[in-house]
Structure formats: structure tokens, C-alpha cells
């Protein structure tokens, strides 16, 4: 089963306006959860990450994220979406598989786009 | 501090070849995970090694190899290469597992005619 889920394929803000990019998780134990961004042919960049602590988790670019355990839920949220912020978006949570041993499982990643 | 650099940055390769992707990590970093990139699989996860050995290895057949030298840069080997390989190889390197965000490399384009 898929440890981590996006909903969303796709979100679309206008620039100003928050932003919230959609995240839930399956394991067993304490999650360890991140969030990195990917712009057009480029790698990942690492957003933020929760592992444990405050449920409210500041990362980089203004990007923040809400840790709800009894959701399972990781969202992604920025008060104020710019258009720079138009990326692909991916939530990863460490994971352990007897296939796989302990690994970083990531989401099918959300393409966001913010309009002018 | 120097990011994680990947070569070659792009490979065009015939099926039944193989190939060799290096990475080299962010100096102090040791450990180093690969993952596979494609439109419709999304990121997969290859392996990951630190300190030189494996520690940790994706759900992929035995024609994906890699190894970690002494300095913590790490290759990755694709054997007999078929059209499916097609992909982006992305490397990413962090100080260790677990709690540790990694660091991501731009990438290896690896087309397969």
C-alpha cells in the first residue's frame, strides 16, 4: 500500500491568495515527513520536514507545513502564493518495507500553478 | 558549500547497452540514495548506501547495481538497458538516514533507443 498519498494532481491559486497542497500518510510508528519542491528539469529541493515537536513546521521560501496526527494528514500551506511558486510539489515519508528496508517513500507529487 | 553534482547530465544509450551515472555528494555527507524518476511511475526509490554498503534497496531487478567508494561518491550501474529505463536518475545525498533531509542533484536524463 502506498505510505503516502496526494490527492491532487493538480492546484490552482491566483497570486496573493494562500495556498494549501494536500498530503496524507500511512506508517506504522512515528512518521518522519518532508516536503521538496521540483522546478522544470531540475532535482528536488527540500522544503521542510517534520520529525517530531511543534505540529506546525516553518520551512524554506515562506512554505509551512500542518502536522495532524489524527488525520494522518501533512499539508503543505504559504499565506501568500507567488507565481515563482509554480512547481511540482512532492511529500515523502520515511518508511520501512520488508522490501525496501528503511526508505524515503514519496508521493505521486501535485503540479501547482499560481496565476497572475 | 559545493551541492550534490551528477555526470553526465544527459545519456542517450541503445537497449542492450549498459550505463554508469556518477554522484558526488555534499562534502560531509555519507550517506547517498538514488531514485528513478518517470512520468508514470513518479519517483521510485532505488537504494541507498552509506559508509560504502548498502543499507537499504528498492523494488528493482538485479540489472540496477550501484556501490559508494571511500570519498562517498557513488555510481550506479544499468545493465543490459531495455526502452523502460528511459528515465531520470536523480541522486541525493544526506548526513545520514532517518531524521535527515536529503539533497538532491539535478539529475541524469538517461534516454533508451
Known amino acids: 500500500a502506498q505510505s503516502v498519498a496526494q490527492p491532487e494532481d493538480q492546484v490552482n491559486v491566483a497570486e496573493g491568495n494562500p495556498l494549501t497542497v494536500k498530503c496524507t500518510y500511512s506508517v506504522s510508528g512515528n512518521p518522519y515527513l518532508f516536503w521538496y519542491v521540483q522546478y522544470p528539469n531540475r532535482g528536488l529541493q527540500f522544503l521542510l520536514k517534520y520529525i517530531t515537536g511543534d505540529n506546525l513546521v516553518k520551512g524554506s521560501y515562506g512554505f509551512e507545513a500542518e502536522f495532524n496526527k489524527s488525520q494522518t494528514s501533512f499539508h503543505l500551506k504559504k499565506p501568500s502564493a507567488l507565481v515563482s511558486d509554480s512547481a511540482l510539489y512532492f511529500c515523502a515519508v520515511r518508511d520501512w518495507s520488508s522490501n525496501s528496508g528503511y526508505a524515503l517513500n514519496f508521493g505521486k507529487g501535485t503540479s501547482l500553478l499560481v496565476t497572475p | 558549500k559545493a551541492g550534490v553534482t551528477q555526470t553526465p547530465r544527459y545519456l542517450i544509450k541503445t537497449r542492450g547497452q549498459q550505463v554508469t551515472l556518477s554522484c558526488s555528494p555534499i562534502?560531509?555527507?555519507?550517506?547517498v540514495s538514488w531514485y528513478q524518476q518517470t512520468p508514470g511511475q513518479g519517483l521510485q526509490f532505488l537504494f541507498e548506501?552509506?559508509?560504502?554498503?548498502?543499507?537499504n534497496k528498492g523494488n528493482f531487478p538485479g540489472r540496477f547495481s550501484g556501490r559508494q567508494f571511500s570519498n562517498s561518491r557513488s555510481e550506479m550501474n544499468v545493465s543490459t538497458l531495455e526502452l523502460g529505463d528511459s528515465a531520470l536518475y536523480l541522486c541525493?545525498?544526506?548526513?545520514?538516514?532517518?531524521?535527515?533531509?536529503?539533497?538532491f542533484g539535478p539529475g541524469t536524463r538517461l534516454t533508451v533507443t
Open positions: 548506501y552509506f559508509s560504502e554498503t548498502q543499507r
Open positions: 562534502s560531509g555527507h555519507r550517506s
Open positions: 541525493a545525498s544526506s548526513l545520514g538516514a532517518g531524521i535527515y533531509e536529503q539533497y
